[in-house]
C-alpha cells in the first residue's frame, strides 16, 4: 500500500464519520435516488478529494442513456459510477448496467454503488466483456482509523489515481483468487510434497505424480478452478512465474561457479 500523505488522512478523519451519520439517516428516511447521488457526490468530493464542480459529471450522456456520474480528471474519465436510491439493495442486473456503461464508452474502471454498499469493478475489454471486482466495502464499517480501511478509500481517491493504487490493489487482489490457487495445488512442486508426505504416513505407498494431479484435478479440485478460461490464464501465470523463479535460480548457480 502506498504511504498516505497527512492530508489525505486527515480528511479521512474528519468526514468519514459525518457521512457515516448522514448516510444512517439517509437509510432511516428511505431517500430516494436522487437525493442518493447528491450524498455520494459529497462524499467523492469531501471524503475522496475530487473537485466537486470540475471532477464529478452528473448525468454523462453514453450513447442513448446517461450514467449517474463521471470522475473526469485531466479531461480524461477515470470511473463511471452507477447509483440507486440507498434503500435498493444492489444486484446483478445493476452491475450490468454499469459495465454495459464502461464498455460502450471504453472505460475500464466502474463503480456501483448505493452510498452505504460500494463495488468496484475494473473491465477486461475480451469478447465477450468481462470484469473483476476489484474492492468492495460498506462504508457504516469503514474505520477511518484502520490501514485495512484507509487503503479501500485510497485506491478510489484523487490521490490513489497518481500514484496507481487501483491498479496496484487490483493487481493484489488478481495474486489471491480460487484459479491461483488452484493454479498451485496442481504445480509439480506442491505435487511432490503431497508425495513426500503421503510416504511419510505410510512408507509403503508407491504413487507417482501423475496419479496425485489427476486425483487433485477429479475429486479434490472444483472442476470451475482447473477448468476455463480464468483457470487456463491463471495456470499460464502461474507457469510463468515458475519459469521466471527458475531462471534466476539457474543464473545465480551459474555466478557462484564462476566465482
Given at each position: 500500500m502506498a504511504v498516505l500523505s497527512k492530508k489525505t488522512i486527515d480528511r479521512f478523519s474528519k468526514n468519514v464519520s459525518k457521512f457515516q451519520g448522514i448516510l444512517r439517516l439517509a437509510k432511516d428516511r428511505d431517500v430516494n435516488e436522487s437525493d442518493t447521488v447528491s450524498i455520494i457526490t459529497d462524499i467523492l468530493a469531501d471524503v475522496l478529494g475530487y473537485d466537486k464542480y470540475l471532477e464529478i459529471t452528473r448525468e454523462l450522456a453514453i450513447r442513448s442513456t446517461y450514467c449517474d456520474l463521471a470522475i473526469k480528471v485531466d479531461n480524461n474519465i477515470q470511473y463511471l459510477i452507477e447509483a440507486k436510491a440507498i434503500g435498493i439493495e444492489l444486484k446483478e442486473n445493476h452491475l450490468r448496467q454499469a459495465i454495459d456503461y464502461g464498455a460502450n464508452h471504453g472505460i475500464p474502471w466502474v463503480i456501483l454503488t448505493n452510498g452505504i454498499s460500494w463495488e468496484i469493478y475494473k473491465i477486461r475489454f475480451e469478447k465477450p466483456i468481462n470484469y473483476d471486482l476489484v474492492c468492495s466495502f460498506n462504508f457504516l464499517e469503514i474505520n477511518h482509523k484502520k490501514e485495512v480501511d484507509q487503503e479501500k478509500?485510497?485506491?478510489?481517491?484523487?490521490?490513489?489515481?497518481?500514484?496507481?493504487?487501483?491498479?496496484?490493489?487490483?493487481?493484489?487482489?488478481?495474486?489471491?483468487?480460487?484459479?491461483?490457487?488452484?493454479?498451485?495445488?496442481?504445480?509439480?512442486?506442491?505435487?511432490?510434497?503431497?508425495?513426500?508426505?503421503?510416504?511419510?504416513?505410510?512408507?509403503?505407498?508407491?504413487v507417482d505424480n501423475d496419479q496425485i494431479q489427476k486425483m487433485l484435478s477429479s475429486e479434490v479440485l472444483k472442476r470451475d478452478v482447473i477448468e476455463g478460461d480464468e483457470a487456463i490464464k491463471a495456470q499460464a501465470r502461474m507457469k510463468r512465474f515458475y519459469k521466471k523463479q527458475e531462471s534466476a535460480a539457474s543464473k545465480i548457480k551459474v555466478e557462484a561457479v564462476s566465482v
Open positions: 478509500l485510497f485506491i478510489i481517491s484523487k490521490e490513489g489515481l497518481s500514484k496507481d493504487a487501483r491498479e496496484d490493489f487490483h493487481e493484489k487482489v488478481q495474486s489471491f483468487n480460487r484459479f491461483i490457487v488452484g493454479a498451485i495445488i496442481l504445480n509439480e512442486n506442491v505435487v511432490n510434497t503431497i508425495k513426500k508426505e503421503l510416504k511419510k504416513l505410510n512408507a509403503g505407498i508407491k
